[in-house]
């Protein structure tokens, strides 16, 4: 039985697909797509299970919330619609994410809300990590490793100082590269339809948010090496905020653009 299709959409379309897929992975099923020239259709269906008297059933879960069941005089392997998203356009489809996979912004939307843009720091704030990790570090310590290994000939107490020392380098160097990869990651700065948030840190966090008719100017500053990178400075300035200087993000100018465009949309 096909579930009743309902009009969602937006954040209702978003908390209506995190339902199907809780629902489906209860009942050993899954979510299928489908699309077409004119939109995208996502279904959760549920396999037909063996009853005891040797009928194949399915229970079907309505969004009202009531169950039904049914049975099947065969046993043939079948599936059964669970519940129904209405074909939408593709673009406006919400992304099917896990909590844990989502960013601060995604996981911190109102109903309604959309990310436009988002960006955090260029890649340039882990080239200090990369050289630390792997020419002082990593390098060497593969470089003693191969020495301990092709000369055995060395005092046994020796040997397995060096390739203790050479383990440790290289760990060291995979520790350092860590820490410049969660550095980039902690820094996350994004246009909605409705604010800018700029969130920084990550054990210890902080959090700027601003709603849109309230940001009066975008300040970007861009070095001479960033303008060939991609990186520079942002200072959002907002009525009654303290302006804060935010280096060394990526594309700037693209995102004090989606900025703009975002304002020229709020309705006058």
Do not use: C
């Not at 299709?5 to 379309?13: F, H, K, L, N, Q």
């Not at 549920?46 to 005891?52: C, D, L, M, T, Y």
């Not at 990310?115 to 890649?123: A, D, E, F, G, P």
């Not at 009525?239 to 935010?246: A, D, I, L, M, W």
């Amino acid at each position: 039985m096909r579930g009743a299709i309902s009009r969602v959409s937006g954040g209702a379309d978003r908390r209506r697909l995190r339902g199907m897929r809780e629902r489906a992975k209860e009942s050993e099923g899954n979510l299928e797509i489908r699309s077409n020239g004119k939109g995208t259709t996502v279904i959760a269906t549920v396999p037909f299970v063996e009853s005891g008297n040797g009928e194949s059933e399915s229970v079907s879960e309505p969004p009202g919330g009531s169950s039904s069941r049914q049975t099947n005089s065969h046993s043939q392997p079948s599936w059964h619609v669970l519940d129904q998203l209405p074909e939408t356009a593709p673009h406006a489809l919400p992304p099917i994410q896990e909590k844990e996979h989502m960013s601060y912004v995604e996981s911190n939307l109102v109903p309604g809300e959309t990310v436009i843009y988002q960006t955090r720091l260029h890649w340039i704030v882990m080239l200090g990590h990369m050289i630390v990790g792997i020419f002082l570090l990593a390098l060497p310590g593969a470089v003693l490793l191969y020495y301990a290994f092709a000369h055995t000939e060395i005092d046994p107490r020796t040997l397995q100082i060096m390739k203790i020392g050479g383990i440790a380098l290289i760990v060291g160097g995979v520790i350092v590269i860590l820490v410049g990869m969660v550095r980039r990651s902690a820094t996350e700065m994004a246009v909605t339809n409705r604010r800018v948030v700029i969130k920084t840190g990550l054990a210890s966090r902080k959090t700027i948010e601003m709603m849109l008719n309230k940001v009066e100017s975008i300040e970007v500053s861009e070095p001479a090496a960033g303008r060939m990178l991609g990186y520079g400075s942002i200072v959002v300035i907002g009525t009654g905020g303290t302006p804060e200087p935010f280096h060394k993000m990526a594309h700037p100018l693209e995102f004090r653009s989606q900025v703009q465009q975002q304002i020229e949309k709020l309705p006058r």
